[in-house]
């Protein structure tokens, strides 16, 4: 689940004489820091050759690089030996990227010890839904008798397997492993639910692999919104591409944070987009520019939608509206640390037919995992 192919550029001239590159060596995770000081400078953008949408003025924000060691005499090419941009190749590795946990951060389901005959009104308190809650009990009940099981720990261990063999699926990966680099995620969801944090989390989880990241602050009629994301993209060591001003164009945003991803020779590119509802054709003309705008240079290889756990069945609705428009490929829950019901987790992919890719469960830097539906399901039966 953890391991992705990267592309790793080298000249097809050197080539010959280098060594095949080593699998990246999964680094630890890094404990929150406070925010050092940001370099701001302008980034002149770039005259795309045939965009349509107008470009913003642009600003790159990032944390202050380490130095870089000083590479060996005999690799480094002389400047009259360097092959052009256009005819250099990208080259695949594996690269592990660090892990997360998510089981601490689940609430059970049970305050006390397992009752069978009550389990249908407790998975309908926690989100599950009517239909739902009756299928899960009733199947429960049948492979209890059929097992002879009837002790607390017998019932919880079944309970828990049902549940990881109903959340299962073989489509919960990010999609980083086809394509050309950079690979871009657009994220997608109503203002609060958690977005900019949710992408700030996933940069740094990618920069601790290695990976090259640049932010792009579409969301640009919410002054908060890039200045959290700055904020965000300071701590995790991206590069920030951000309106300058007000209201700016979020296609144009979303164009400049590609462009820049592909000349700095970026990883990943993560957009951030508004979150606004009130008209669903707004909505839809507004992510349809931003799609425009990127797929003039490259693919987009995900649209997350990120939901907020607490809000119980009401996320139901913020999702399917969102699902309706903005071509989604997965769904990141958030606050699943809080008061949150999870039933509503298992609610969401199960109506949707979307893969639960991340959760969020706490505010800090690393409070942030790949869905486990074995994490999960035993965070939501543990005696607590």
């Given amino acids: 689940m953890f391991k992705f192919l990267k592309r790793l550029r080298t000249s097809k001239q050197e080539s010959t004489t280098q060594a095949e590159p080593e699998l990246v060596a999964e680094p630890p995770v890094v404990a ?27 600003h790159v924000e990032a944390a202050e690089p380490e130095p870089e060691p000083e590479p060996e005499p005999e690799a480094k090419a002389p400047e009259s030996a360097r092959v052009p941009v256009a005819e250099v190749e990208a080259e695949l590795v594996a690269v592990e990227l660090p892990k ?36 899960i009990t009733n199947q429960l009940k049948s492979v209890a008798q059929k097992q002879g099981a009837t002790s ?24 980083l492993d086809d394509g050309k680099l950079p690979y871009v995620i657009l994220v997608v969801g109503v203002n609060g639910a958690g977005k900019t944090t949710t992408i700030g989390k996933l940069a740094r989880w990618l920069k601790d692999g290695d990976w090259e990241v640049v932010l792009g602050a579409a969301d640009t009629f ?62 839809m003309d507004e992510l349809g520019k931003i799609r425009r705008a990127v ?9 997350l939608l990120v939901i907020d756990a607490t809000n119980g069945q009401n996320a139901m609705s913020q999702a399917k509206a969102f699902a309706e428009v903005a071509e989604v490929t997965g769904i990141v829950m958030t606050k699943l640390d809080g008061t ?5 987790l298992y609610a969401l992919q199960k109506e949707l037919d979307l893969p639960i890719k991340l ?21 939501l039966v543990a005696r607590k």
């Fill in 295 to 303: 797929e003039k240079q490259t693919k987009i290889s995900e649209v």
């Fill in 359 to 379: 959760v969020g469960v706490g505010e800090q830097v690393n409070d942030f995992a790949f869905f486990s539906p074995e994490e999960f399901a035993k965070g």
């Fill in 100 to 135: 997360r946990s998510l089981g601490t951060g689940i609430r059970s389901l049970f305050s006390e010890n397992f009752d069978v005959d009550d389990l249908e009104d407790i998975l309908i308190l926690a989100d599950f839904g009517v239909e739902t809650s009756e299928e």
């Fill in 152 to 175: 607390d720990a017998e019932l919880r261990l079944l309970l828990k397997d049902l549940l990881v063999e109903r959340l299962s699926r073989n489509d919960s990966s990010l999609n």
């Fill in 340 to 344: 949150a019901k999870g039933g509503i």
């Fill in 222 to 283: 919410r002054a908060a919104a890039v200045e959290q994301l700055a904020t965000w993209a300071e701590r995790a060591g991206a590069r920030l591409v951000k309106p300058a001003k007000e209201g700016a164009d979020p296609a144009a945003v979303a164009y400049q944070t590609v462009e820049l991803a592909i000349q700095a020779e970026a990883d990943i590119a993560i957009i951030d987009t508004a979150g606004r509802l009130q008209n669903k054709k707004d909505l």
């Fill in 32 to 58: 929150e820091q406070a925010p050092s000081t940001v370099i701001e400078s302008p980034v002149k953008p770039v005259e795309p050759a045939e965009v349509a949408v107008p470009e913003p003025e642009v």
